[in-house]
């Protein structure tokens, strides 16, 4: 069932799958200091915007990549990590992320699309308050990053709502 969800999604999202050999350091883009604006859209009188810095590098022997982030908004701060990998056996990068304000640890396959130059992020499995998450990081330009992400209710029709854009900025 997992892996129709993903090969539908593929299919749907119409994006090209690098078949070629793929490393970590396809990634290598995301390494560095980033500033961080990120604006969560939860309906006009809930929306808001944190900002922050993140920080990306390698850890493990240059095996992950390790992004630590903090930002604050509304006046209070948070810190989050994400680790993200390639699986040579499988052959898909995955990230794992975990927060300070909240219990949650999602877990997400990443499908590299370098002819879009695009990160497509699907989390099949992650379910919190009754929602699928995915999420699409552009990295046309490389001291800019843009991150949107989308939610859809787990049971029911499947209709993707704009949950997040956030801008990464290269700090110099």
């Known amino acids: 069932m997992k892996y129709s969800i993903i090969i539908s999604l593929l299919f ?3 994006f090209q799958y690098d078949s070629e050999a793929q490393s970590i350091k396809d990634l290598d883009f995301l390494i560095g200091k980033w ?3 990120e604006v969560v859209h939860k309906g006009e009188a809930n929306e808001y915007t944190e900002r922050g810095i993140r920080e990306c590098k ?3 022997d240059e095996t992950y990549i390790h992004c ?3 930002a604050t908004r509304k006046g209070k701060s948070r810190s989050y990590i994400m680790n ?3 699986n040579t056996k499988t052959k898909r990068f995955f990230m794992t992320d975990q927060f300070s304000d909240f219990d949650f640890r999602g877990n997400s396959e990443i499908i590299l699309d ?3 130059q695009e990160l497509h992020l699907i989390s099949p499995l992650d379910v919190d308050d009754g929602e699928f998450f995915r ?3 552009s990295f046309k330009d490389r001291n800019k990053l843009i991150w949107e992400g989308w939610s859809s209710p787990f049971l029911g029709e499947r209709v993707w709502n704009l ?3 956030e801008e990464m900025t290269r700090k110099k």
């Open 68 to 70: 630590d982030s903090k």
């Open 163 to 165: 949950l997040y854009t």
């Open 84 to 86: 993200i990998n390639y």
């Open 114 to 116: 370098s002819v879009g």
């Open 12 to 14: 749907l999202l119409g």
């Open 35 to 37: 500033q961080l604006k």
């Open 135 to 137: 999420s699409r990081i």
């Open 58 to 60: 390698y850890i493990l």
